[in-house]
């Protein structure tokens, strides 16, 4: 008896392994529930405001009232594949990319020229 005892006592207690655990791919859950929850609220959302933005900027024509990104007033009197030429004041036009449009105010009523 006493050796029985000293044997359970002397022999290392065996390692005992967890049962029913996730492994590798219940590890990834929480990864991509995260990069999901991402994706709905800050990807999405810009992708839409990108896509409105690039068809808002696709209608542009002349006599169009615009504001820039910069804060710059004025009136489209050219529109190119990649900028436009915008009338910001009498005999005084800038080029802007087509990007830099942050609003449109509407058109213009027909100007009468005072010459």
């Known amino acids: 008896m006493i050796l029985t005892g000293l044997m359970t006592i ?21 990864f991509v529930l995260v990069f999901v929850i991402f994706y709905v609220l800050i990807i ?14 696709d209608q542009l024509k002349p006599g169009d009232r615009i504001v820039t990104s910069g804060g710059i007033h ?5 529109v190119h594949p990649d900028r436009l030429e915008l009338k ?6 800038i080029e802007i990319t ?7 105010l509407g058109a213009q ?6 010459e």
């Open 98 to 104: 087509k990007s830099a449009v942050a609003v449109i």
């Open 109 to 114: 009523k027909s100007e009468q020229k005072t």
């Open 74 to 78: 004025g009136t489209i009197m050219g």
């Open 88 to 93: 910001v004041a009498a005999n005084v036009k």
């Open 10 to 30: 002397l022999q290392p207690a065996q390692q005992t392994r967890p049962q029913g655990g996730l492994g590798f791919m219940g590890a990834l859950i929480p």
């Open 44 to 57: 999405m959302p810009q992708r839409k405001r990108q896509k409105k933005h690039m068809m808002m900027v």
